[in-house]
């Protein structure tokens, strides 16, 4: 069974710093595509990051201030954000693919989702 289990979110402010941890089981991280979206009520949901053994990739938005690494051994993905904004305020939700090359920020591309994380930053 396929869980991916957010961690990490919470309130700070304008400036500062969060990362957040997916944690995957039910299948090897290494042989997958792992994404992070955010979705905002009422708004659609945006992908902000993709990881894979050999391609990374980052929303316009959120480049220079975000970064996604993995630890294959704890089947973990993390996003550090750092100088964080209130238009990052979201639930952010990591999901997962099958692939090891180019990955993905398109939602529709993802079959197992987490639940998902609160970010709120506050100005």
């Known amino acids: 069974q396929f869980t991916l289990v957010e961690s990490g979110g919470g309130l700070v402010r304008s400036g500062e710093s969060l990362i957040l941890s997916c944690a995957v089981s039910g299948f090897r991280l290494g042989d997958y595509a792992i994404a992070w979206f955010r979705q905002v009520p009422g708004k659609e949901r945006e992908g902000v990051s993709c990881?894979?053994?050999?391609?990374?990739s980052y929303a316009d938005s959120v480049k220079g201030r975000f970064s996604i690494s993995r630890d294959i051994a704890e089947n973990t993905v993390y996003l550090q954000m750092l100088s964080l904004k209130s238009e990052d305020t979201a639930v952010y939700s990591c999901?997962?693919?099958?692939?090891?090359?180019?990955?993905?920020?398109?939602?529709?591309?993802?079959?197992?989702w987490g639940r998902g994380t609160q970010v709120t930053v506050s100005s």
């Open positions: 999901a997962a693919t099958p692939g090891r090359g180019f990955c993905s920020l398109r939602d529709h591309e993802y079959t197992s």
């Open positions: 990881i894979t053994s050999s391609d990374n």
